[in-house]
């Protein structure tokens, strides 16, 4: 599974290091220290956005801009067959995309994973 430094998980979650570091002494989110600085698990990261996005007040979300690469992190992935459907949470924003089961393999997106989506026309393409 991947693991996030608080930096890291600061920035996907976009919020500062020192509430990463606050959710992670009252239990909210958990983390690790195996081989040196804190890690927290992609997996954990990745329902704490979705819940974190049921939470934004209204007036929060109608400020975020529309932009056309979005950096959040893997919520689903559905492979049946040559398709696969990936869900990614970024911020507020919800995306799901259509890709080839091929390339979600060779991303090696999993729950927790750090995606980023790109939106060119009508199109979605998934990066990591």
Do not use: C
Not at 41 to 53: H, M, V
Not at 68 to 93: K, Y
């Amino acid at each position: 599974m991947p693991q996030y430094r608080i930096s890291e998980a600061a920035e996907l979650l976009a919020v500062s290091d020192d509430t990463i570091r606050r959710w992670i002494d009252s239990g909210r989110l958990s983390a690790t220290s195996k081989t040196g600085p804190q890690s927290v698990d992609g997996k954990e990261l990745a329902e704490l956005s979705i819940e974190l996005a049921k939470e934004l007040p209204d007036e929060r979300k109608s400020q975020v801009s529309a932009r056309n690469r979005f950096v959040g992190l893997v919520t689903r992935v559905d492979i049946q067959g040559v398709a696969a459907i990936v869900e990614i949470q970024s911020g507020s924003n919800h995306l799901v995309s259509m890709i080839t089961a091929d390339s979600a393999r060779a991303l090696g997106l999993e729950i927790g994973s750090r995606a980023v989506a790109s939106v060119k026309s009508t199109d979605v393409v998934i990066e990591n």
